[in-house]
């Protein structure tokens, strides 16, 4: 089960909606082994595509410099989709390269709704989640 503040699922829709039509893409970074959401890190979707997302290499590798430096690791790798469900494609289940990481989709498809869904991807297996949304910290 993904558990997330209020806060961290405002700012998770807020940046799908306003990258849309194009994907939105991100990671929630928490304390080391954790499993806690705590600092959101948008970042800037390289392919600048509506169907396809990608992190820029330099932007990742500055990312993967702080999470080090911070001991942290990404909690959660999220990424919009903004003409289908909020379902791993099979792109995004090939890329998945974190097993401890909570992979969020939320579906921009709908203009008044959102769709926000949690899977765990591990060896090509996608697992969907519960997500619990707390007021205050996690």
């Given amino acids: ?3 997330l503040s209020q806060a961290t699922y ?3 829709v807020a940046h799908a909606r306003r990258d849309h039509p194009d994907e939105a893409c991100g990671v929630v970074a928490g304390p080391e082994g954790s ?3 705590v600092r ?4 800037l979707n390289a392919a600048r595509s509506p169907t396809f997302y990608e992190f820029d290499s330099s932007d990742l590798l500055q ?3 702080q ?12 990424h919009s989709h903004t003409a289908t469900e909020a379902y791993p494609s099979r792109t995004d289940i090939a890329y998945a390269s974190e ?24 060896d090509g297996v996608v697992t969907e989640e519960d997500v619990t949304v707390v007021d205050g910290d996690v």
């Fill in 35 to 37: 499993d806690r959401p």
């Fill in 67 to 78: 999470l080090d430096a911070n001991d942290e690791e990404p909690v959660i790798v999220y």
């Fill in 99 to 122: 097993p401890n990481a909570h992979y969020v989709l939320v579906s921009t498809r709908e203009p008044d709704s959102v769709e926000f869904r949690s899977f765990r991807i591990i």
């Fill in 1 to 3: 089960m993904l558990t």
């Fill in 10 to 12: 405002d700012a998770l």
């Fill in 63 to 65: 990312l993967y410099k």
């Fill in 40 to 43: 959101v890190v948008e970042m």
